[in-house]
């Protein structure tokens, strides 16, 4: 993986120190997102934890929503994947293991992510994670920040940039699917 440099963005939480920006990719439209959602999917197991940063709009919820879909397999692109907003989690079952996506926008409090289980679930199933800088810094050490942003001039447009802890297992997997591997 080579170095990229790391968009700022002062609304959205630094990465804890040591992570680094590993990769970046330009999906030109929902589509590519969709595409690249599909590439990942087979590549994660349980304990494995993205955390999904980006403005309003930015495209997280999109980008959970076709990997979710992804990893229930064969006719899980009509499946039914609402978003966490108002629950804070929703839960899957899937052949890859349990998945659970979160949306932490609404709490106020780090410790409140604990009360979910979200802790004890990065441990034994996939986790997406909207919003994580409400748990800054505490995020997981085998985690992997995926940051959208949207283009100027490319209202469909995103960039993505994945950052990581050097040596992840994790980002590596994620960066060869961005590579199209």
């Keep these: 993986m080579t170095a990229v440099p790391l968009p700022t963005d002062p609304e959205l939480a630094a990465p804890p120190p040591g992570w680094v920006p590993c990769a970046r990719a330009v999906l030109p439209d929902p589509g590519a997102t969709e595409a690249l959602a599909r590439a990942l999917a087979p590549r994660l197991a349980p304990g494995d934890t993205l955390l999904l940063q980006g403005q309003l709009g930015a495209g997280k919820s999109h980008f959970a929503r076709a990997l979710v879909r992804a990893l229930i397999g064969p006719g899980g692109e009509t499946a ?94 994620v960066a060869a699917a961005m590579e199209g591997r």
């Design 80 to 173: 039914e994947v609402p978003s966490p907003t108002f629950t804070l989690v929703q839960v899957y079952d899937t052949p890859a293991g349990e998945v659970w996506h979160a949306d932490l926008y609404r709490l106020s409090d780090p410790q409140e992510a604990v009360e979910l289980g979200l802790d004890a679930a990065m441990e034994d199933a996939i986790c997406l994670v909207e919003w994580p800088d409400r748990i800054a810094p505490d995020w997981p050490a085998g985690a992997v920040s995926l940051r959208l942003a949207a283009m100027p001039g490319a209202p469909d447009a995103r960039a993505l940039t994945l950052v990581a802890p050097p040596g992840s297992d994790l980002a590596t997997r």
